[in-house]
């Protein structure tokens, strides 16, 4: 069964920092494009990072260049998203993915206010 | 790449056929000549479901009522005999280019 555990969400103030982890099982993480995925209230989805396999190579939508960064762990099937200088835009539900959308995390929800 | 839906919100009848347009800025034919569009259907306070990737191709459990076509900048989701199950919100998303970009959003509903 595939599964991919979101984790780490919660509440932080502006310009604060937190770290999303996704644990995954049940399909061939170490071969596959993983992105971070957020749904900020009342929008639209928005792929905000994504990562080659081998870890490599990553990339960041403009609003979020600089101040977050993607990572993974091959050896123990977890994908993160390190979020710094958090801003009240950033507040979202964050899903990780396989970045072709085939397998989805439950998603945390991520809430930046003072 | 700005993927454009229409419609943005869509009233249907329960049985009857839906359409949902997602026009591209720029084509979407890849460097290895794939085109990387996909269908998801997401309701709320669950995680999205893709329907469709690579333009056409049904991913497994999907019901054969739902189908794509497409190609280069213009592509369709079509939805036979719609049910009260697939209310909720429609997003093509392509992955030819980065960054991956989702259209809008076409919201389901039934009258």
């Known amino acids: 069964e595939v599964q991919l555990v979101d984790s780490g969400g919660g509440l932080v103030q502006p310009g604060g920092s937190l770290g999303l982890s996704c644990a995954v099982s049940g399909f061939a993480f170490r071969t596959n494009w993983m992105s971070w995925v957020r749904q900020a209230p009342g929008k639209g989805l928005e792929c905000v990072a994504s990562?080659?396999?081998?870890?490599?190579?990553?990339y960041y939508v403009d609003s979020v260049k600089g101040r977050f960064t993607i990572s993974r762990d091959n050896a123990r099937n977890l994908l993160y998203l390190q979020m710094n200088n958090l801003r009240a835009e950033d507040t979202a539900v964050y899903y990780c993915?396989?970045?072709?959308?085939?397998?989805w995390g439950q998603g945390s929800l991520v809430t930046v206010s003072s | 790449v700005v993927l454009t839906q229409s419609p943005l919100s869509l009233p249907v009848t329960l049985g009857q056929p839906v359409y949902i347009s997602c026009r591209s800025s720029q084509s979407l034919v890849s460097s290895t000549g794939n085109t990387f569009l996909n269908w998801f259907h997401h309701r709320p306070g669950q995680s999205p479901r893709r329907l469709i990737y690579?333009?056409?191709n049904r991913d497994s459990g999907v019901p054969d009522k739902f189908s794509g076509s497409g190609s280069r900048t213009d592509f369709t989701l079509r939805i036979d005999r719609v049910e009260a199950d697939d209310v909720g919100i429609y997003y093509c998303?392509?992955?030819?280019?980065?960054?991956?970009?989702f259209g809008q959003g076409t919201r389901v509903e039934i009258k």
């Open positions: 998303m392509q992955h030819s280019h980065w960054p991956h970009t």
């Open positions: 993915a396989t970045s072709e959308g085939g397998f």
């Open positions: 990562i080659v396999p081998d870890g490599r190579d990553t």
């Open positions: 690579n333009v056409f």
